[in-house]
């Protein structure tokens, strides 16, 4: 039972312009949501998050927009560089749990130049 | 600051063989983990450690697997006997207790390869 999907495996978008990853959840328990960016041969990074209270947190060029009642979220990263080619991991936090966190499958993102 | 270390990186083994994975989290996390991560899939937790007590086990296959984290630092995480889908990637990660949420850090993972 896949409690957080990311039904897009791959996503190619040209230097400069928008990058669009999407998330989906099932779980009404989850109350925290993150990001994490991989590239090949290294483990998964932090990148940006957002509490279930907020729609919207920004840092930079990435932002993240939850929509609770749809139970969807996105990570929006404008402009897009090349160096942003890597696996995105959408995850989630259950107020239930010790903070554990449940992935996404990942969208692998290439940016071209 | 240095991160989370992972040794071996890479791992092949027959099935049925044992292998054993290391991990060294940053100084000072209290909390450790190891995940499962299948190829396509995102990390599964396998195990949560706090100090050197167990926090949750439920999704590691007792059977097979088995982990310690002695004087709550290092941890070692073990496959015996391995299978064929046993094949991923392992990962740990450490957080600190600060904060309402625990910023989990990765180390670079083992690959495991059971022919």
């Known amino acids: 039972d896949q409690q957080v999907k990311q039904n897009s495996p791959s996503l190619s978008v040209q230097e400069g312009r928008i990058s669009i990853l999407n998330c989906d959840y099932t779980n009404s328990m989850f109350d925290y949501f993150l990001w994490y960016k991989k590239y090949p041969a290294e483990g998964p990074t932090f990148l940006i998050s957002?509490?279930?209270?907020?729609d919207k947190n920004e840092d930079g060029r990435f932002t993240v927009f939850l929509n609770k009642s749809a139970k969807h979220l996105s990570l929006h990263i404008v402009p897009s560089q090349p160096g942003d080619s890597a696996v995105y991991f959408c995850a989630a936090i259950s107020s239930g749990s010790a903070r554990q966190l449940t992935f996404g499958s990942g969208t692998q993102l290439t940016v071209l130049p | 600051e240095a991160g989370v270390a992972q040794s071996p990186r890479y791992k092949i083994i027959e099935k049925r063989q044992s292998v054993a994975f290391w991990c060294n989290p940053i100084?000072?996390?209290?909390?450790l983990y190891w995940y499962q991560q299948i190829l396509g899939q995102g990390p599964k937790l396998l195990i949560q450690?706090?100090?050197?007590?167990?926090?949750?086990d439920s999704q590691l296959p007792k059977d097979r697997f088995s982990a310690e984290r002695l004087k709550g630092v290092d941890s070692t995480l073990k496959i015996q006997p391995a299978k064929l889908e046993d094949s991923a990637v392992y990962l740990c990660a450490s957080s600190s207790l600060a904060g309402t949420y625990n910023e989990q850090f990765f180390g670079p993972g083992t690959r495991l390869t059971v022919l």
């Open positions: 100084s000072g996390h209290a909390t």
């Open positions: 957002i509490s279930s209270i907020k």
């Open positions: 450690f706090q100090n050197n007590g167990v926090v949750d």
